[in-house]
């Protein structure tokens, strides 16, 4: 996951393509349980799922998606190798087997890992799915003309770096071998002890051969999952799901299926996707959205009624929103300038400016405050919750700027409450006790991502956010903190622009672990250490918080989306 136009693209978590797209699950059964709107709550099997969503489902193609599972509506049509365990908060973080028997079985390393297809796997068309439909399906992923997924099986695979898919190379990547139809066997570059989580995206998607259509695939994409596309209009905007009568519920523990049929609307304004929620009337009754978080306005207004407050589902996505700094820019290659910010931060104002404590949770680590992260808390420079402003000062005597300094914030126009001005104005405002005078430079989103990311261009002082691929450390930090990761030509998001060898050498290190518990704790300490630099100055934790029809039942929100699985819903 990513800055949030990389989760946009990646997760829309929140993907959240990412993008985007949120935590500590303040969503156990007892928030989320549409019991409370009244009636027999146990779910059952029929009637029409309805979503309202702003953003089409564009890319319905498993080797342009980029997210565990494609995001909500395309988990339901393509099964991959391993998936998200879906259940509620912190249990929702781990990996489970999908179309495999188990998360797969390392070589001693972790540079070979092998899988097992279970036995009765079909498509919608009643054909059997093999282990060379996957091999075929992660080939295909990497032609130019389906841009758009993941990037890691690029660097991960060996022999795959110069690899142009299988249109132009029609003899397939060696790295991947399939002996048998229900084997498949990867050969990594390194080890690589996350390879379970990876397999959740949906370039591990099955593919027949005989059915791909190239670019005109994700109009009728061959479904393995419960659901099959009976309709896709206007590139996604309006999408029909039914029934694929050759899924088999004995294969696949993960997803419910409960509702006959789904009916994908988007392309609304947010706020008429939430009036529509509120209201509940008609098919809005069994309506759910993938797309549309309550803005506080909305939030302040839903609170105060008790039937609709029982109608939120909470949750919370491994996200974090900071200050990135420049230390390669007067005068923040000052340590001590640094620092004296991270002092004078009022988290409190902050989270104020991002919705309230409802929305936003403060933070003190990079790594988001979640157990699958390796979270390990600490606060290398303790500001309280309305800042320090006289040790702000101290230590900018120190550093030389006795009568203070004046710096410039760079943030983003976009109304997300995340980068957006109402931040930057809460961090003026607290800086200013401290003695530092803030200007600030607002940009467009487009301008705003493409001076940050790029090494030329990125400002000293500026407002960043990042979510992971997937629950770990490891796609929080790396691309972080990885010196080697650093973009001197492209999109480069180590804004620090660190290049620490004990850091880059504790990251390959963990990379080789397969026991992820084990992993986890290291990440956090890693995190830690890093902190101390004062590279970033992490601000708050956004919480999701979202509406849905009052005939919605099962509703089921785990750390790894932070958000309401469209899996498990039922409407009867």
């Known amino acids: 996951m990513r800055q949030s136009s990389v989760i946009a693209r990646r997760v829309a978590a929140a993907s959240v393509s990412l993008v985007v797209a949120a935590g500590a699950a303040a969503c156990g059964p007892e928030d989320n349980d549409a019991k409370s709107a009244g009636g ?30 494609g995001g909500n509506v395309p988990s339901l049509v393509f099964r991959t190798l391993t998936t998200r365990n879906r259940e509620n908060g912190e249990a929702g973080a781990e990996v489970v087997p999908d179309l495999a028997t188990d998360t797969g079985r390392p070589n001693k390393d972790a540079t070979v890992w092998t899988y097992t297809l279970k036995e009765g796997l079909k498509y919608e068309d009643g054909t059997p799915i093999t282990s060379a439909d996957i091999k075929y399906g992660i080939e295909r992923s990497f032609a130019p003309e389906l841009s758009g997924g993941a990037p890691y099986l690029r660097d991960w695979l060996v022999g795959a770096a110069d690899y142009q898919g299988p249109y132009k190379d029609k003899k397939g990547l060696s790295a991947i071998e399939t002996p048998d139809e229900r084997t498949i066997v990867f050969r990594l570059n390194k080890p690589e002890g996350e390879f379970p989580y990876l397999a959740t995206q949906t370039q591990f998607t099955p593919v027949p051969k005989d059915k791909d259509t190239g670019t005109k695939y994700e109009e009728h994409p061959v479904s393995s999952g419960p659901y099959k596309v009976v309709k896709n209009e206007n590139d996604g905007e309006r999408l029909t799901l039914e029934r694929n009568t050759h899924w088999s519920a004995s294969t696949d523990a993960e997803r419910k299926a409960y509702p006959d049929k789904i009916d994908v609307r988007s392309g609304l304004d947010s706020s008429v996707i939430n009036q529509r929620l509120s209201a509940s009337q008609g098919a809005d009754a069994a309506a759910v959205t993938t797309d549309t978080n309550l803005g506080p306005a909305e939030l302040a207004k839903v609170t105060g009624d008790k039937e609709l407050a029982a109608r939120v589902g909470t949750g919370h996505f491994g996200y974090t929103n900071y200050i990135a700094f420049n230390p390669k820019t007067k005068p923040f290659d000052n340590a001590k300038v640094r620092q004296a910010i991270s002092y004078a931060i009022d988290r409190s104002s902050v989270v104020n400016a991002a919705g309230g404590s409802a929305l936003a949770e403060p933070a003190t680590t990079f790594l988001p405050n979640q157990k699958s992260f390796g979270y390990t808390p600490y606060d290398h420079f303790p500001a309280g919750a309305a800042g320090d402003p006289a040790k702000a000062k101290e230590l900018l005597k120190e550093a030389g700027y006795a009568n203070g300094l004046t710096v410039t914030l760079t943030h983003s126009n976009a109304k997300d409450f995340e980068t957006s001005p109402e931040i930057a104005t809460a961090i003026q405002d607290a800086l200013k006790k401290a003695g530092i005078t803030v200007k600030l430079q607002g940009l467009e989103e487009n301008d705003y991502s493409d001076k940050i990311h790029n090494v030329k261009t990125e ?66 300490a890693l995190d830690k250490k890093i902190g101390e630099q004062a590279l970033t100055v992490p601000l708050f934790h956004p919480v999701y918080k979202r509406l849905y029809g009052e005939s919605v039942k099962n509703v089921v929100i785990s750390d790894w989306t932070g958000v309401l699985d469209i899996s498990q819903v039922a409407v009867k």
Do not use: C, M
């Open 40 to 69: 027999d709550s146990t779910p059952h099997k029929g009637g029409t799922l309805t979503v309202l969503n702003s953003n089409p489902q564009q890319d319905f193609d498993p080797a342009r998606l980029y997210t565990s599972g």
């Open 459 to 524: 400002p000293g002082f500026f407002l960043a956010h990042w979510g992971a691929d997937w629950p770990s450390g490891g796609p929080f930090l790396a691309p972080i903190f990885d010196g080697r990761q650093i973009v001197k030509d492209g999109a480069n998001f180590n804004t620090g622009l660190l290049d620490d060898k004990s850091v880059n050498t504790e990251i390959d290190a963990i990379n080789k672990l397969t026991d992820l518990d084990a992993a986890a704790e290291r990440w956090g």
